[in-house]
């Protein structure tokens, strides 16, 4: 019982391999662009742990820091450029954007083949279609990799996915819903506006947490012997938080993803293999 799902270790080996595959290539190394616009302190962390990544496996990155007041006429013409260079095979806007900037409409810009994000109106299609040709979302192909690392299986279990963000919650639940190994699961996505939402969780087999609300998910709601996966993040006055109440969930909890260590760095280590993907296609 309650056992560490080790995120950290998972998340190296796979840059490991990644290193291994893009040493092997013959000329030119991928390239993944960033841009960051404005001072969110976040934002700025999250890009240099990628491009920190980047660089452990030699794909070759480059920052491109704009001002806050930036117009989105301005922003596109940067992403029309970006989409048109040779030497660029992913494009990653940090989110969130100015507010007066349209995600949308940034995000539909992006050539889909370089949409390292995964998070393209074509590429969520295929994925939810069950291609195998697309970009996908970075922090659900984590999460699949890592349930398939630990060998845990999905095929006919109750997977309930707290969170329908665009981002995890949906993604994740067109990832495990299809008809392949590492899906089959029977997913239930809940949200702010789900009734008898314990009853649910309690009938978990598997239970990501992706609401974005600290430790909001308490033992009470874990069905003991369950899989806990905790994709949260929130800044509060004790430091960084998961959506899960760890030490009280990983004692009935048969695998558990601890925060830090857990989701974050194999979501990084997906947008690098998202990269190399894009360079090869
Ligand atoms: N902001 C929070 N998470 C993400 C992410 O996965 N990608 C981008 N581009 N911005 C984010």
Redesign the pocket.
Known sequence: MNQLIDGRAVAAQERAKLKEKISALPGRKPGLAFILIGKDPA?IA?VRMKKKGCEEVGIHSHVLKLSDKITEGELLAEIDHLNAKQDIDGI?????LPKQITTDVIVEAIDPTKDV?G?HPLNMGKLLLGHSDGLF???PLGIVHLLKTYKIETAGKHVVICGRSN?VGKPLAAMLCQKRAGGNATVTLAHSQTENFTALTQSADILIAAMGKASFITADMVKPGAVVVDVGVSRTQSGLVGDVAFDEVRKIASWITPMPGGVGPM?IAMLLSNTLKGYLS
């Open positions: 934002s999250y990653l806007v940090q989110q969130p994000d998070f979302p970075c922090t981002i979501t």
